[in-house]
């Protein structure tokens, strides 16, 4: 294993992108996924010497796989995962199709199992680990109009404290990262209305900025956050307080 090679999924922008950054300036190389080559190729660019963009799509399982036998031969073991990569399709229970439900549950849920069993072999040989995934404080609020990407990101806490019972034993952590309205491309296409209500829920006022969620990664990724796990860090400016 390398101890200083993090894997952030989604890495081309916003918050996945923040996190790859702040990895770096922690001095790992961080290998950074995208869903095309020039998204691969702008990670590649942003990172300099200090990591790679790779293409990966985390709905793909057969990707998955061949994504971290390349990286592994290539790079070694990473020491971190970041389940960053995610997407929303918005629409209202009784009009949701179950494709808008299949694909949130594959791309936000189904994709944190198996690059978490995926990294999990190597980091249970070396007796080291750290994975982190993110959610959203919509997985523990719920949100109308959401109700597959609520599930998919509750689904990810429960898989997580999981996880962290079964693999504790071999050194290796796992926590859940709870972003709440985030300044991103996500949250950009958003009415104004909508925009208007959400703030007024967040004790701090604002929308929080995609550095703030790599600062909290940063931390559960580092040697300081060695006795963390199974634990969920919201970073809401206050939206939700469980
Ligand atoms: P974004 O849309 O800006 O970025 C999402 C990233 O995921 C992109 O890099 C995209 O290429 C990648 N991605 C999408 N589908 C993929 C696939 N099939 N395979 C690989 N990569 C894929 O969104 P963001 O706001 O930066 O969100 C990042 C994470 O944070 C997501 O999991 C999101 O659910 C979560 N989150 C965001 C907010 C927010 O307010 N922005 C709030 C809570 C949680």
Known sequence: MNK???IVTGASRGIGRAIA???VADGFFVLG???SDSGAEAISAYLGANGKGLKLNVADAADIDSFIKVTGDDYGTAAVLVNN???TRDNLLMRM???EWDDI??????SVFRMSKAVLRSMMKARYGRIINISSVVGSTGNAGQANYAAAKAGMLGFAKSMAKEVGSRGITVNTVAPGFIDTD???ELSDDIKKSLMASIALGRLGQPEEIAHAVSFLASEQASYITGETLHVNGGMYMP
């Open 21 to 23: 950054e702040k990895l």
């Open 97 to 99: 199709k179950d494709e």
């Open 4 to 6: 200083k090679i993090a």
């Open 33 to 35: 996924t995208a869903t």
């Open 85 to 87: 990569a995610g997407i």
């Open 186 to 188: 996500m949250t950009k």
């Open 105 to 110: 549950i594959s791309t936000n849920l189904t």
